[in-house]
């Protein structure tokens, strides 16, 4: 997932056309499907299944075959999907330029509607059949049994599923529930128009989103980060009427939902599906504010160590000390398997068939998506995107997504296809924790001062952004919600006020504040995209260090205990809830402990920056 990473897309190498790109260093999407005639026929393929499953409507209470039937033809369309999906989806990405790969995705989208549509019968008919019945049913064939999970999870829902008619009219409204993202995405996006402009060093620069990010993770010159950080709120502050309105239809809509289904909060609607407890998310927020202290601490330091008269959020990026490195792509993937050793020598092995299998797509080229994620194409292997730029931050963005992609090997070859796919609340802890794994490899090897700083301040930058500013973010969703919920108006500067005072909870006088950063909200993909996502970065961060600890100390049978335990939870997919298989790998999110560890640790890691920083 694309986060907030301080010093990324800085030294890029120069950019390259796709073609001159040498092939072993690009994603082999014919692995998916030779040509767009092959994906064609697939695709005749699913809209055809797609029909029969609708055909279908009608037919459950014909007993445990019509079931088993319904349940199969449903898990061909599913699979088909990934395919169909991804196949346009990557080929799209690697140039968004192309109007045909584009116009081939929204076909697929729009197929995806109809396929929402016509199974929208299923869940409210199967729920007309009593409970009991169809646990009679699963104890008399293994095959139905293999659904147990999901059909006792449906029931459990089933408060929350409107009748045929109720059901159909939400689907219908799929179609433009994506519009506040469509129209983020073209505002901020395809249509923003970014400032040229002349740094007070006399630098000239046109400030994209990953320039300006450079300019704050690389540019040694106060005056020309306050400047860049001027001129790129500018852009939002232009159009902030605009993002609020589109950000208040996000919220309407959620609100809609929530209501339509019967939740007393979109939060509770959020969470509902992964039977995750709100309180979970309230703890999490009590918890690192009150836990701000080390955050405050960290801030204090670097202004000190940058010898800053004032500091402020442009200053919050720039490196410790001076470190230009390069950590060329096949360096890091020779390294990579060796940072997982504790895993086991199957998963380095499997670890290397990825790395090798020709699924990644590694450098930028014109027209490229932006950032890097990995996605999980059922039937291949997992495919990644990344925008690998020799750096550190480059390095570990590999680390990471390579987490996410052995996820999916494992789960999509452990599991039936109803529970392959694993969900967001657990996606981010084998990424996390391969992260930390890699830190630590590195840590081992360095024997260069500066890199051990550096390396520090990269933990500890990892924590501030994906543990302190994710907290941050949801508890901004969270009260942004409350509003509509509470019938308040939404504007821009009521948003921009809920922003700015969650800045100085968190910061307190650690940082000097500016007005422009009333704004920076806007510009948050995941608020549009994705709401109540980023606390799980989060959940996520605080169960992998709490892993981390248990992989990684303590005797030696303990510790083979917990590699097992977490190999098991990597292997589960989504066969149970998060909550429950988070606790069988031993962590438990409903105590206030596991979030307080986060914060020690990042207590200990600054002062081990003090120390290193003092004898550096
Ligand atoms: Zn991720």
Redesign the pocket.
């Known amino acids: 997932?694309d986060?907030l990473k301080p010093a990324e897309a800085s030294a890029a190498p120069s950019l390259r056309e796709r073609g001159q790109i040498d092939d072993r260093f690009k994603w082999d999407l014919t692995k998916i499907y030779p040509d767009w005639n092959a994906w064609q026929t697939a695709y005749a393929e699913l809209d055809r299944k797609i029909d029969e499953f609708a055909a279908l409507r009608g037919s459950l209470d014909g007993g445990s075959k019509a079931l088993l039937g319904a349940l199969a033809l449903r898990d061909q369309i599913g699979q088909l999907e990934y395919k169909v999906w991804y196949f346009a989806s990557l080929c799209y990405d690697q140039d968004q330029r192309d109007n045909q790969a584009n116009a081939k995705r929204q076909q697929v989208q729009i197929l995806f509607a109809k396929a929402a549509q016509a199974s929208a019968w299923f869940d409210p008919e199967l729920l007309m059949i009593p409970l009991e019945d169809v646990r009679a049913w699963m104890d008399n064939s293994r095959e139905l049994a293999v659904y147990r999970f999901a059909i006792e999870d449906l029931y459990r829902q089933q408060e929350h599923v409107l009748d045929d008619k109720g059901e159909r009219l939400l689907s219908l409204s799929s179609r433009f529930s994506s519009a506040p993202n469509d129209a983020y995405a073209a505002l901020s996006t395809a249509d923003v128009k970014h400032p040229t402009v002349v740094l007070p060093s006399g630098v000239e620069s046109t400030l994209t989103y990953g320039q300006y990010r450079a300019i704050l993770a690389t540019n040694p010159n106060q005056a020309d980060r306050a400047a860049a950080f001027h001129e790129f709120h500018k852009v939002y502050e232009a159009t902030v009427n605009t993002y609020a309105a589109l950000y208040n239809g996000v919220l309407q809509r959620d609100w809609f939902h929530a209501q339509a289904r019967g939740y007393r909060s979109t939060l509770e609607a959020a969470l509902h599906g992964n039977n995750i407890p709100t309180a979970v998310v309230e703890n999490l927020i009590a918890q690192a504010k009150a836990g701000t202290d080390p955050l405050r601490r960290y801030h204090r330091l670097r202004k000190r160590i940058l010898g800053l008269e004032t500091y402020h959020s442009y200053d919050t990026a720039i490196p410790l000390v001076e470190f230009d490195r390069k950590y060329p792509y096949d360096d890091v993937v020779a390294g990579l398997p060796a940072s997982v050793a504790s895993l086991g020598s199957d998963y380095q092995r499997e670890m290397r068939d990825v790395l090798n299998g020709n699924v990644i797509d590694v450098y930028e080229n014109p027209g490229k998506r932006s950032g890097a994620y990995?996605a999980p194409v059922y039937g291949c292997q997992p495919f990644m995107l990344l925008n690998y730029n020799d750096t550190l931050d480059a390095a570990f963005t590999l680390a990471?997504?390579m987490?996410?992609s052995m996820h999916t090997v494992l789960s999509h070859r452990s599991q039936p296809f109803v529970y392959a796919g694993y969900t967001i609340f657990v996606?981010?802890v084998p990424?996390t924790l391969s992260e930390a794994l890699f830190l630590e490899y590195m840590l081992a090897r360095s024997n260069d001062e500066h890199e051990r700083i550096v390396l520090l301040q990269h933990a500890i930058d990892g924590i501030v952004t994906t543990f302190y500013t994710q907290v941050m973010f949801a508890d901004y969703e969270l009260q942004a919600h409350r509003l509509v919920e509470e019938g308040k108006p939404v504007t821009a500067d009521v948003l921009g006020d809920i922003y700015f005072a969650l800045l100085q909870a968190y910061h307190g006088d650690a940082i000097d504040y500016d007005e422009q950063s009333h704004v920076t909200w806007a510009r948050i993909p995941h608020f549009y995209s994705t709401p109540y996502y980023v606390y799980q970065y989060a959940t996520c961060f605080a169960s992998s260090a709490q892993l981390m600890k248990q992989l990684t100390s303590g005797a030696e049978a303990d510790r083979d205990e917990a590699i097992a335990r977490y190999l098991n939870l990597l292997k589960a997919g989504g066969s149970d809830h998060p909550m429950t298989l988070l606790k069988q790998a031993g962590v438990d999110l409903s105590q206030p402990e596991t979030v307080q560890a986060v914060v020690e640790q990042l207590d200990v890691l600054v002062t081990q920056l003090e120390h290193a920083v003092a004898e550096g």
């Open positions: 997932m986060l990995s990471h997504e987490g996410h996606a981010e990424s």
